[in-house]
Protein backbone atom coordinates (compact mmCIF):
# COMPACT_ATOMS: atom_id res chain seq x y z
CA UNK A 1 0.00 0.00 0.00
CA UNK A 2 2.32 2.49 -0.85
CA UNK A 3 1.75 5.87 -2.06
CA UNK A 4 3.32 7.25 -4.78
CA UNK A 5 3.32 10.68 -6.97
CA UNK A 6 1.95 10.66 -10.93
CA UNK A 7 4.07 12.64 -13.42
CA UNK A 8 1.40 15.10 -12.88
CA UNK A 9 1.82 15.55 -9.15
CA UNK A 10 -1.26 13.56 -8.30
CA UNK A 11 -1.23 10.99 -4.81
CA UNK A 12 -1.95 7.69 -5.91
CA UNK A 13 -2.03 4.84 -4.36
CA UNK A 14 -0.46 1.31 -5.20
CA UNK A 15 -3.40 -0.41 -3.94
CA UNK A 16 -5.30 0.90 -6.38
CA UNK A 17 -3.76 -1.78 -8.65
CA UNK A 18 -4.39 -4.61 -6.46
CA UNK A 19 -5.69 -7.77 -8.77
CA UNK A 20 -3.50 -6.65 -11.34
CA UNK A 21 0.17 -8.04 -12.98
CA UNK A 22 2.29 -4.98 -12.89
CA UNK A 23 5.93 -4.51 -14.02
CA UNK A 24 7.48 -2.01 -12.15
CA UNK A 25 10.69 0.05 -14.09
CA UNK A 26 12.68 2.59 -13.31
CA UNK A 27 13.45 4.42 -16.26
CA UNK A 28 15.68 7.49 -17.84
CA UNK A 29 15.21 9.35 -20.89
CA UNK A 30 19.25 9.84 -21.71
CA UNK A 31 20.42 6.27 -21.38
CA UNK A 32 21.79 3.27 -23.47
CA UNK A 33 18.66 1.63 -22.81
CA UNK A 34 16.15 4.55 -23.02
CA UNK A 35 15.06 2.50 -26.41
CA UNK A 36 13.23 0.06 -23.58
CA UNK A 37 10.17 2.68 -24.00
CA UNK A 38 9.47 1.16 -27.26
CA UNK A 39 9.43 -2.55 -25.92
CA UNK A 40 7.71 -1.40 -22.83
CA UNK A 41 4.81 0.33 -24.98
CA UNK A 42 4.47 -3.11 -27.09
CA UNK A 43 4.34 -5.39 -23.59
CA UNK A 44 1.75 -2.77 -22.51
CA UNK A 45 -0.34 -2.53 -25.59
CA UNK A 46 -0.32 -6.54 -26.02
CA UNK A 47 -1.36 -6.77 -22.55
CA UNK A 48 -3.56 -3.80 -20.68
CA UNK A 49 -6.75 -5.38 -21.12
CA UNK A 50 -5.95 -8.12 -19.70
CA UNK A 51 -5.18 -7.18 -16.43
CA UNK A 52 -1.66 -5.26 -16.88
CA UNK A 53 0.08 -2.46 -15.71
CA UNK A 54 3.80 -0.93 -16.42
CA UNK A 55 4.44 2.11 -13.65
CA UNK A 56 7.66 3.94 -15.18
CA UNK A 57 9.78 5.76 -12.78
CA UNK A 58 12.03 7.97 -13.60
CA UNK A 59 15.15 8.22 -11.99
CA UNK A 60 18.58 10.10 -11.99
CA UNK A 61 20.26 8.22 -10.10
CA UNK A 62 22.88 6.75 -12.57
CA UNK A 63 25.37 9.26 -13.93
CA UNK A 64 22.69 11.67 -14.51
CA UNK A 65 20.86 10.36 -17.22
CA UNK A 66 17.17 11.73 -16.49
CA UNK A 67 17.98 15.28 -15.67
CA UNK A 68 14.97 16.77 -16.60
CA UNK A 69 11.83 17.91 -15.15
CA UNK A 70 8.63 15.72 -14.52
CA UNK A 71 6.76 18.08 -17.52
CA UNK A 72 10.25 17.22 -19.77
CA UNK A 73 9.88 13.87 -19.06
CA UNK A 74 6.02 13.07 -19.93
CA UNK A 75 6.83 15.15 -23.08
CA UNK A 76 9.79 13.06 -24.00
CA UNK A 77 7.65 9.71 -23.58
CA UNK A 78 5.11 10.55 -25.41
CA UNK A 79 6.93 12.34 -28.42
CA UNK A 80 9.37 10.18 -28.73
CA UNK A 81 8.01 6.70 -27.38
CA UNK A 82 4.46 7.22 -27.75
CA UNK A 83 3.81 5.79 -24.15
CA UNK A 84 0.59 5.14 -22.84
CA UNK A 85 1.21 3.56 -19.72
CA UNK A 86 1.30 5.33 -16.01
CA UNK A 87 4.25 7.50 -15.49
CA UNK A 88 5.21 8.47 -11.87
CA UNK A 89 7.83 11.51 -10.68
CA UNK A 90 11.01 11.54 -10.58
CA UNK A 91 12.29 9.02 -7.67
CA UNK A 92 14.98 8.00 -6.11
CA UNK A 93 15.79 3.81 -6.83
CA UNK A 94 19.07 3.72 -4.52
CA UNK A 95 20.98 5.54 -1.27
CA UNK A 96 20.12 7.73 1.36
CA UNK A 97 17.37 8.88 -0.35
CA UNK A 98 15.85 5.60 -1.51
CA UNK A 99 12.24 5.83 -2.14
CA UNK A 100 10.08 3.45 0.07
CA UNK A 101 8.77 1.81 -2.68
CA UNK A 102 11.64 0.64 -4.42
CA UNK A 103 13.65 -0.08 -0.83
CA UNK A 104 10.77 -2.53 -0.42
CA UNK A 105 11.03 -4.09 -4.18
CA UNK A 106 15.01 -4.33 -3.73
CA UNK A 107 14.10 -6.46 -0.05
CA UNK A 108 11.57 -8.36 -1.46
CA UNK A 109 12.95 -9.63 -4.86
CA UNK A 110 15.06 -12.73 -5.60
CA UNK A 111 17.97 -12.12 -5.85
CA UNK A 112 17.75 -8.75 -3.17
CA UNK A 113 19.82 -6.07 -3.27
CA UNK A 114 20.39 -2.72 -5.37
CA UNK A 115 19.49 -1.59 -8.80
CA UNK A 116 22.61 -1.66 -10.59
CA UNK A 117 21.22 0.35 -13.69
CA UNK A 118 18.22 2.41 -15.36
CA UNK A 119 15.54 0.12 -16.78
CA UNK A 120 15.19 -2.37 -13.67
CA UNK A 121 12.27 -4.89 -13.79
CA UNK A 122 10.01 -6.09 -10.97
CA UNK A 123 7.36 -8.31 -11.81
CA UNK A 124 4.47 -7.99 -9.03
CA UNK A 125 1.58 -10.40 -9.16
CA UNK A 126 -1.70 -9.75 -8.53
CA UNK A 127 -1.77 -10.50 -4.62
CA UNK A 128 1.45 -7.69 -4.70
CA UNK A 129 4.11 -10.11 -4.16
CA UNK A 130 7.21 -9.72 -6.36
CA UNK A 131 7.30 -12.66 -8.54
CA UNK A 132 10.42 -11.93 -10.28
CA UNK A 133 13.06 -9.38 -11.73
CA UNK A 134 15.25 -8.70 -14.44
CA UNK A 135 18.14 -6.52 -15.22
CA UNK A 136 18.20 -3.83 -17.04
CA UNK A 137 19.94 -5.28 -20.21
CA UNK A 138 17.12 -7.54 -20.37
CA UNK A 139 14.76 -6.21 -22.84
CA UNK A 140 10.66 -6.19 -21.77
CA UNK A 141 10.21 -8.24 -24.79
CA UNK A 142 12.73 -10.86 -24.10
CA UNK A 143 10.82 -14.15 -23.82
CA UNK A 144 11.34 -15.20 -20.02
CA UNK A 145 9.95 -11.48 -19.19
CA UNK A 146 6.89 -12.33 -21.19
CA UNK A 147 6.29 -15.99 -20.18
CA UNK A 148 6.58 -14.75 -16.98
CA UNK A 149 4.52 -11.98 -17.21
CA UNK A 150 1.35 -14.74 -19.33
CA UNK A 151 2.21 -17.23 -16.25
CA UNK A 152 1.26 -14.07 -13.45
CA UNK A 153 -1.81 -13.27 -15.87
CA UNK A 154 -3.25 -16.85 -15.93
CA UNK A 155 -3.59 -16.84 -12.20
CA UNK A 156 -5.65 -13.53 -12.09
Known sequence: DF???TIDGEKKSLADYRGRTLLI???ASRCGFTRQYKSLEALYQRHKDR???ILAFPANNFMGQEPGTNVEI???CRLEYRTTFPLFAKISVKGKDIAPLFDHL???SA???GISWNFAKFLIGP???VVARFD???DPLDKNVTERIEASLATR
Open 136 to 138: PAT
Open 25 to 27: VNT
Open 51 to 53: GFE
Open 111 to 113: PPG
Open 127 to 129: EGQ
Open 106 to 108: TRE
Open 74 to 76: KEF
Open 3 to 5: QVM
